[in-house]
C-alpha cells in the first residue's frame, strides 16, 4: 500500500490546524476533520472551528457540513470519512486526518466496535435518572460500574455517559470489555503524530482561547442557539455554560470561569485517551515542521 493517512492529535488548543494545513500544504493534499463539535453548521465560535483564512489555505472536509437538529453518530462518520478518505486516495497518496475526538478518530483508523442490544427500559431509566438527578448521578454509576472507561471518557458528554452505562446494564459487563483489541484492516497505512506541551502550557492557551472566543461573539452565538439547548450537539463545553447565563443560573465572569475549567478538564481527558495509544509519536508544540516531516518520511 502507497496510500497513506497521516493522523494529527492532541489537546484542545494546542496547536493541530496550524500543523495539518502546513502538512497539507506541503503534500499537496486535503484535510479530513475528525472533531465531532466542529460538524454542526451553527456552532462556530465556540468550537474553534478553522477561520476563513486557514479553510482556503487547505480543502477541509466534514467541517459544518450538519446542522445541529440532524442525528449524526460516531458510526455515520466512520462510514463518510472512509468513503471520503476512497475518493481522495484516487488524487493523492496522502490525506491528513486532523481533531480532538479521540473515539472519531479510532473510528477512521480501527474501526468500531460491536456492541449488545440496548433495552428499552434501561434507557428510558437512565433518561428519568438523568432528568431527577443530573450528570453527577450518572458519573458515579458510570465510576462503579466501568472505572476503566470512566477515565477515558468525556464524563461531562452526558450523550456517552449515558451510552456506556446503557451497555453496561443492558449485558451486565463494563462498557470497556467490548471495546476490540485487535484493529480492523484498513487499504491505507496509517502515521500518527500527537503535539503537546507542559500542563501549564496547555491550560494558560485554553484559557486564552476562552477570552478570544469571548471577544470574537460567543454569547451572541450561544444566545441564537438558545431554542436547540437541549439536543445532544449543543450539551457541550462552551454552550452549556452559557445556557446558564442566560438562564440567570451564573454570572457572565462565573460562566466563563466554567467554560475555562471544563475545557482544561477535556484536554486532560483529552491526553488520557491518546497517551494510550503506542502508535502516536509525540511533538512539543513548537515542533520544528522538519523533524515532522523527516518522522513522516522515515515511517514510509
Request: proline share 2%; with cysteine; hydrophobic share 35%.
Amino acid at each position: 500500500m502507497t496510500n497513506t493517512l497521516i493522523v494529527i492529535v492532541g489537546p484542545t488548543a494546542i496547536g493541530k490546524t496550524s500543523l495539518s494545513i502546513q502538512l497539507a500544504n506541503h503534500l499537496k493534499c486535503e484535510i479530513v476533520s475528525a472533531d465531532s463539535r466542529q460538524f454542526y453548521k451553527e456552532m462556530c465560535i465556540g468550537t474553534a472551528v478553522p477561520s476563513l483564512n486557514e479553510l482556503q489555505q487547505a480543502k477541509h472536509h466534514f467541517i459544518q457540513h450538519k446542522s445541529v437538529e440532524e442525528l449524526y453518530s460516531v458510526g455515520d462518520f466512520e462510514k463518510d470519512a472512509l468513503d471520503t478518505l476512497n475518493t481522495l486516495f484516487e488524487k493523492n497518496e496522502f490525506v491528513i486526518l486532523v481533531g480532538g475526538s479521540g473515539l472519531y478518530v479510532d473510528a477512521v483508523t480501527k474501526g468500531l466496535d460491536s456492541f449488545p442490544e440496548i433495552y428499552e427500559d434501561v434507557r428510558k431509566t437512565l433518561k428519568k435518572q438523568y432528568d431527577t438527578e443530573g450528570i453527577e448521578s450518572l458519573q458515579q454509576q458510570l465510576k462503579t460500574l466501568d472505572p476503566l472507561y470512566f477515565e477515558r471518557v468525556d464524563i461531562h458528554n452526558t450523550h456517552r455517559v449515558m451510552r456506556a452505562l446503557e451497555v453496561c446494564i443492558s449485558s451486565g459487563k463494563p462498557y470497556s470489555s467490548f471495546i476490540t483489541k485487535t484493529p480492523k484492516k484498513r487499504p491505507f497505512n496509517v502515521i500518527k503524530i500527537g503535539i503537546t506541551a507542559e500542563r501549564s502550557i496547555i491550560y494558560d492557551r485554553i484559557n486564552e482561547r476562552v477570552d478570544i472566543m469571548v471577544k470574537e461573539g460567543l454569547l451572541d452565538e450561544v444566545k441564537q442557539l438558545y431554542s436547540y439547548k437541549s439536543l445532544n450537539a449543543l450539551n457541550t463545553v462552551g454552550y452549556k455554560e452559557i445556557f446558564n447565563f442566560i438562564e440567570g443560573t451564573w454570572d457572565l465572569d462565573f460562566a466563563i470561569s466554567e467554560i475555562k475549567k471544563n475545557t482544561r478538564r477535556f484536554a486532560k481527558r483529552q491526553l488520557t485517551w491518546f497517551r494510550k495509544d503506542l502508535e502516536i509519536e509525540w511533538f512539543d508544540y513548537l515542533y520544528n515542521l522538519e523533524s515532522v516531516l523527516s518522522y513522516i518520511k522515515k515511517s514510509l
